[in-house]
């Protein structure tokens, strides 16, 4: 049965830093590209963060880069997303989702490439 567990948010001032975990059952994170995505209160979801299934690669969106850090640990079956320099339009619900397909050493910054989806965890920005 697939399972995806996101873990890691709550309540952080701005330029805070938290980590959030993605525990995921069922699959391989070695075989399927993970992406972080998120959404505020009345926005649509967006792409946050992915990483390739086959080996390393990661892409970011533009909004989070040089801030946000994807990794994964296969022997545990989770992906990371290490969020630093936090901003208050950083919060939303942040969700973790596997591609639809093998994507090999790529992965796609698309909404439309994922298709199983955890409940997310919620992330606020606030002093």
């Known amino acids: 049965q697939l399972q995806v567990v996101e873990s890691g948010g709550g309540l952080v001032q701005p330029g805070g830093s938290l980590r959030l975990s993605c525990e995921v059952s069922?699959?391989?994170?070695?075989?399927?590209?993970i992406g972080w995505f998120r959404q505020a209160p009345g926005k649509e979801r967006e792409v946050v963060s992915c990483i390739a299934g086959s080996g390393t690669s990661t892409d970011y969106a533009d909004s989070v880069k040089g801030r946000f850090t994807i990794s994964k640990d296969i022997l545990r079956n989770t992906v990371t997303l290490q969020m630093n320099s936090l901003k208050p339009e950083d919060t939303a619900v942040y969700y973790c989702?596997?591609?639809?397909?093998?994507?090999?050493?790529?992965?796609?910054?698309?909404?439309?490439?994922?298709?199983?989806w955890g409940r997310g965890t919620q992330v606020t920005v606030s002093s």
């Open positions: 989702t596997k591609s639809q397909t093998f994507w090999g050493g790529a992965c796609p910054l698309v909404l439309g490439a994922y298709d199983y």
């Open positions: 069922g699959f391989n994170i070695d075989y399927y590209a």
